[in-house]
């Protein structure tokens, strides 16, 4: 959750601040720590998936998470230009369809590269990412951020709020190296390609959920319908997450203390 935070963060400065930014501090809960923290956790677990979607549990996650993002993007692209503070006009459904499919094509073509390749042969430190190239994406990510603020995009009493919340972030992911542990990547090793017949159910999956919630009438009264549902489920995971990490990581630290060994 933590990763996906400094992702939820570093997007809404660099890359969406005229979205994610545009009604502090509110929005900094509902799209900054909450919808776009939660899609990086969703592409996190995708990721996952791609490399240890041969596993089964993986595949009954992707067949939920289908289902969450097919219900999740109907309703926001539907609702949100209409109903919330989103400067962008209303997609069509064939537009959106078209992006959906240019995704999967992505993904199709990712998977049959690493189905062959010597991806197999992946051992975990592999998976983090090298120091230059870190620095590089740090220094691409200032100047974005530098940019931002000369643009005006960032309000004043925001930016420094959310440099404070990114280096919590940052702190729970360096303590969080000292355990014993292996990070959650680590353990999906050695990969296993998700096979394809997993991927067209959860593609008919994603469609059809998709279709429906973009096609369905609003439910309710123009203050109070599945989007304001949708995003209270954003308020809430805003609110929830880094309280949540910082205590379950305090906890195992606790226990690991009273051990005397490490996790």
Known sequence: MALSGVYGLLNSATINPATALIDTPRTLVTRALGAHALMGLVMLVLFLILIAGGQRKWQRVLILLSVFIGLGWGIWARLAPEQADVIVRQPSFVELLIWAAIFALWLAIWRWLFSRSAFGEVQAPSLVLPVPALMLVCAALGVFFLLRLAQNLIPADMWSIMVVLLAMCIAMLWFRRETRRPFYAATTLPPKPLPLRWGVI??????????????????????????????????LYGFGWLPASALFIGVRAYIRQIQGAGF
Not at 210 to 234: E, K, M, R
């Open 202 to 235: 959860a593609l008919a999956f994603f469609l059809t959920i998709f279709a429906a919630a973009y096609h369905l009438p609003i439910l309710g009264t123009q203050d109070a319908n599945q989007l304001t549902v949708l995003v209270f489920s954003f308020t």
